[in-house]
């Protein structure tokens, strides 16, 4: 167990709606990451935050959005959702400088 | 970001050790070297890191020469478990975690 918890764990939804997942650190770390990664794909890099504020962007579509709260846990929104959405969705957290970032199980999105 | 070029695939045999060379040219000074290891469908997992020189763990060695531009992770005597896909990334630790398309890592009996 890494710590870092991501909900649901499985999503089935259609074509043009609107998800949210959620990701809770490990207690105290400050960044929160997000990656998408479709079948037999690498791991691209979405956005970071730290302490609730967005750090750095990476691939991620307009249609795609993110938050860090107070509490730390994050949420990651993906609206107009395309069959090429279908993805496993990973969070990750590390603490200010730590070594090691933990990642959590993953989400794994299947858009019909 | 320092860019990282690491082999796409790498077979081996149980038993064997199992060498991944991962290169950085332009690595910058603050810069670490960190590897992971991801199994299918699974989040990636920390394996060792290093900045210079080598460090080993109960896990993996990780050889770094003395310029910095490259690094080669090391896998004792390998088992079918250690079958997956292998990262390499170079950033700073407070930094943004860049990863590459990784090796994968082939176990045979």
């Known amino acids: 167990d890494s710590g870092v918890t991501q909900t649901p764990k499985h999503l089935i939804t259609a074509t043009g709606q609107r998800v949210t997942l959620r990701c809770s650190p490990r207690s105290g770390d400050l960044s929160v990451y997000w990656y998408q990664q479709s079948l037999d794909q690498g791991l691209q890099f979405l956005i970071h935050y730290y302490n609730g504020e967005e750090r750095a962007k990476g691939n991620i579509l307009e249609r795609f959005s993110a938050q860090q709260f107070p509490d730390l846990h994050s949420e990651l929104n993906l609206s107009s959702l395309e069959l090429g959405d279908s993805a496993l969705y990973f969070c990750?957290?590390?603490?200010?400088?730590?070594?090691?970032?933990?990642f959590g199980q993953g989400t794994r999105l299947t858009v019909v | 970001l320092a860019k990282t070029t690491q082999p796409i695939s790498m077979d081996s045999y149980e038993g064997q050790e199992v060498n991944i060379t991962c290169s950085h040219n332009n690595i910058a000074t603050n810069d670490y070297i960190t590897w992971y290891q991801q199994f299918p469908s699974q989040g990636p997992r920390f394996i060792i890191q290093?900045?210079?020189t080598k460090v080993t763990n109960e896990v993996a060695s990780l050889f770094i020469p003395a310029d910095r531009k490259s690094s080669t992770l090391s896998l004792p005597r390998v088992s079918l478990s250690d079958t997956a896909v292998y990262y390499c990334l170079v950033g700073e630790n407070q930094g943004n975690l860049i990863f590459g398309k990784g090796t994968k890592l082939s176990v045979k009996p």
């Open positions: 990750a957290s590390r603490a200010n400088g730590g070594t090691e970032a933990f």
């Open positions: 290093g900045y210079k």
